[in-house]
């Protein structure tokens, strides 16, 4: 029943110590754009333009310096990488426990990592011969690999963004979001209008949200002039059925969400089931 | 027509196209002028003024792809929408670079093989044409993480049924 919040709460924006600054920073927010897919340009097209003169120096093996030119740039493109790495995690750690996005976010972090590494070795590996006509197939083998890893992984951080919407207005917040869903059940299985107590919505703070999967329902749950207000939010699935949406609030923080009770006594907090 | 509107969405992909290839020209325009810059404090010497050139050329083509894939996402936005009109800056300001890079690349066409440093013309366009770019890129971006351009584009129908099946009030389509 008690649904313990496994990490502390952020402060607001207006109150945050230097490391909540630093790492609204990372995120992009005084740009009001992440900075992470800002510099993951560089790598990728770096990293690919030194395979692509790879190729270029097996087809042309007349034309100088083109191994040391792919030499220099999969140097850069390894650098913005790295560099590229310290705002991704910071993204990374603002995704919620359970948001279907966290799966991609570790699958696209274990690719870029894998890349960085395959990377060191073919810059270690190809470091001796710079002064070759032709690349040899060794560090070639190794950047066809890397091309496909950073494939891969670049391919899942977009879906990040553009399927599951991840540092997608997250600027445009003034609160920090929950950091995970609470799951509650309810004491009588389908049964209606069953008061499930939320213990965490004692600790939430003004203008705060939490989320709570009841019984495979989700609700958001916000407290707003020391009243605390729940929200069911849209369906994840097609299979739940709503209720008549009512007149749109203006405090509904996403789109899409209605409220489904106005108001919950103040002293305790409670959040009333009342979906069919 | 349809098949190609769709190809150029990235419906098979389920990933937009366009910045998936904005990626390149967005490195190479920045990586050329750090080059530039290396080879005038004469570090790398030719490997670098050839590496420059490379480097425009390979932003140039993937640009001239993205290009087709740009307009059609931008057609998608309603143009009352605030996004239609930083599509259109995004827009100009991508032909102003794209132009740029081209005189530059025609500048460097003579001596780019045997330089060792880059000459100031093609340094200065660099300079002009990469700040022009990253203003660019940024109006693209605020696009996709301000506005939600191009974000669950995918899925939108999925969504949208499962509104309605909630009683939602929705627009028309």
């Known amino acids: 029943m008690n649904g313990a919040r496994s990490r502390k709460p952020e402060a607001p924006i207006s109150h945050r110590s230097k490391i909540e600054k630093l790492k609204d920073f990372l995120e992009g927010k005084p740009l009001r754009h992440p900075i992470h897919p800002m510099l993951v340009h560089f790598p990728i097209g770096l990293l690919l333009l030194s395979f692509l003169i790879d190729l270029a120096s097996l087809a042309f093996p007349s034309v100088p310096n083109l191994v040391r030119d792919s030499f220099y740039a999969m140097l850069l493109g390894l650098i913005m990488a790295l560099v590229a790495a310290v705002p991704g995690l910071v993204d990374y750690t603002d995704i919620r426990s359970d948001h279907p996005g966290k799966r991609t976010a570790i699958a696209h972090m274990i690719l870029n990592f894998m890349l960085v590494v395959v990377y060191g070795i073919n810059l270690g590996v190809r470091s001796s011969s710079l002064l070759d006509p032709k690349i040899s197939m060794g560090p070639l083998i190794l950047s066809f690999i890397g091309v496909g890893l950073l494939s891969a992984s670049g391919y899942l951080g977009g879906r990040l963004v553009y399927d599951q919407g991840i540092a997608v207005g997250r600027h445009k917040r003034h609160m920090p979001t929950p950091r995970d869903t609470i799951d509650l059940t309810t004491p009588i299985p389908g049964a209606e209008g069953v008061f499930v107590p939320i213990m965490a919505a004692q600790q939430l703070r003004e203008r705060e949200t939490l989320r709570v999967e009841i019984s495979a329902q989700i609700m958001t749950i916000v407290k707003i002039d020391n009243q605390l207000l729940p929200f069911r939010n849209s369906a994840p699935t097609a299979s739940v059925r709503f209720p008549k949406a009512a007149s749109t609030d203006s405090t509904s923080n996403a789109r899409g969400t209605t409220p489904v009770s106005t108001s919950a006594p103040e002293k305790s907090p409670t959040a009333r089931q009342k979906w069919t | ?173």
């Open chain 2, 1 to 173: 027509m349809k098949w190609l509107l769709n190809i150029l969405k990235g419906k098979w992909l389920g990933h937009p196209l366009h910045p998936i290839l904005v990626h390149v020209p967005m490195a190479m325009w920045p990586a050329a002028l750090i080059f530039d810059l290396l080879s005038k404090w004469q570090i790398g010497g030719n490997a670098m003024v050839r590496l420059s050139f490379y480097a425009i050329v390979f932003g140039l083509i993937a640009s001239l792809l993205a290009v087709p894939a740009g307009l059609v996402d931008w057609t998608g936005i309603k143009k009352e929408k605030p996004a239609w009109k930083i599509g259109l800056y995004h827009l100009a300001l991508n032909v102003v670079v794209t132009a740029l890079f081209a005189i530059n690349l025609g500048l460097r066409l003579q001596d780019f093989r045997d330089a060792s440093i880059v000459a100031t013309a093609p340094l200065t366009l660099s300079i002009l044409g990469t700040a022009i770019l990253i203003a660019s890129a940024y109006l693209g971006g605020r696009m996709t993480y301000h506005y939600g351009i191009s974000v669950a584009r995918m899925s939108k129908d999925e969504w949208r049924e499962i509104a309605q099946a909630g009683g939602a009030n929705l627009p028309p389509e």
